[in-house]
């Protein structure tokens, strides 16, 4: 959910960096992004304090939910390039110190509309720091560990919701909600000043050499949109997206009104629901690689079950009263409705060129937070006002039946589009064979 992982380009690096200064880079550029998610997802632990307080209807909730995934989604693109061009670290500094001050500018607003600046430059700060972030780590380890570090960037996505909504929830209670935002803007702050300090430009540099086959392929740009099933997989994976993201945004809420939690007790609840998102997120993509290994093809049949499964899922639960068994189907739905992520990419490294990797994982990220993660709580907010929360989430796992009638269409064209970028003379298996990417 609002989770960014970019592989960059394939192209052959001599890295040259010792292993303990690597794995300490990772380790700063992996809190950065737990800080991230944390500064994000704080705001979803404390909208009932906030309701409360500042009388706000769920629309307007939903919108400062909102915003900040479409900032990363509008923002991506222009910030990735200027950091490519300026320099990484610096970049990467400046933007963790940025959401880190933002998140504390939320904790002193005073009002709805200053709250909704504070959030607009939370989104501002975060664009770009997936793919810059994923890049950084990727410069510093050998080739052959690149789907391992991207997986472990997906997860500390999730590791930073729980702790943002739990700790906020937590903090909230005890504290108020202010102090909530304050702990993440420390938290933040001090990571962003530690990073250019330890982390150095010149040491992280791979030497990296031509790739006379990316030469001679013509205008490999345009693989990001010539394909019917890529443009599908986009689609698909956005929508899907909007279950699970709005699900992730509105638990809290939700546990506060129908189970009448306190904001600590809900935010922990709905912690372990989001924990159960990133744990099947990762499952399901390791049963993809399992599954598809002699039939890549089988990817996109598995992201449909899991768009027809989550649906079924999360249908059953919310048509149940509150209630054990709810909370258990939820957790169930949750635990497949991000499952699409891991097909998904692959299927995007499939139908692009490798020399555009880097840009069409983006082109992904701009589908999932323009079609899922940035309308999901808004629209779902403006639903809650007008039939409830409860009515509103009976509707949200319809959606899936939109990812999947995509992601049908998109095996429909599948063959046919590996095929045609492989060159009609090269047979399809052996196409696919030097296709195949394992995320």
Partial sequence: MAFHPIAAGDDDGAVAVARPYAWIVFALTFGLLISDYMSRQVLNAVFPLLKGEWALSD????????????????????????????????????????WSLATLGCALAQDYQQMFIARFMVGVGEAAYGSVGIAVVISVFPKHMRATLASAFMAGGMFG?????????????????????????????????????????????????????????KRPLRTLWSSKSVIATYIGSGLQLFVGGTVIVWMPSYLNRYYEMTTDKAGGVAAIIVLCSGAGM??????????CRNSPER???????????????????????????????????????????????????NLTHYSVHGTAFATLTLANNMLGLAPGPFLTGKLSDLIGLHAAFQLVPLVSLAAAAVFFYAKCHYHKDIARL??????????????????
């Fill in 299 to 349: 990817k996109v049949a598995l992201a449909i079950a899991y768009c027809l499964g989550s649906c079924l899922l999360l249908s059953a639960a919310f048509a149940l009263p509150a209630g054990p068994v709810q909370l258990l189907l939820i957790c169930m739905g949750m635990l497949i409705a991000a499952g699409t992520t891991g097909p998904a990419g692959a299927m995007v490294a």
């Fill in 161 to 217: 919701s729980v702790l943002g909504m739990a700790l906020g929830g937590a903090i909230a209670a005890k504290l108020g909600w202010r102090w909530s935002f304050a702990g993440m803007s420390l938290f933040g702050l001090v990571l962003a000043v530690l990073y250019p300090i330890i982390v150095k430009e010149a040491r992280i540099a791979p030497k990296r050499v031509v790739d006379t086959a990316t030469a001679a392929v």
């Fill in 282 to 291: 990762i499952l399901c993509g390791m049963l993809s690689d399992r599954l």
């Fill in 59 to 98: 629309g307007q909730l939903g919108l400062l939910s909102g915003i900040v995934a479409l900032m990363v989604g509008l923002l991506t693109f222009p910030l990735s390039l200027l950091a490519d061009r300026f320099g990484r670290v610096k970049s990467l500094a400046l933007m963790a110190m940025l």
């Fill in 422 to 439: 492989q060159g009609q003379s090269v047979p399809y298996p052996v196409a696919q064979a030097g296709l195949e990417v394992k995320l």
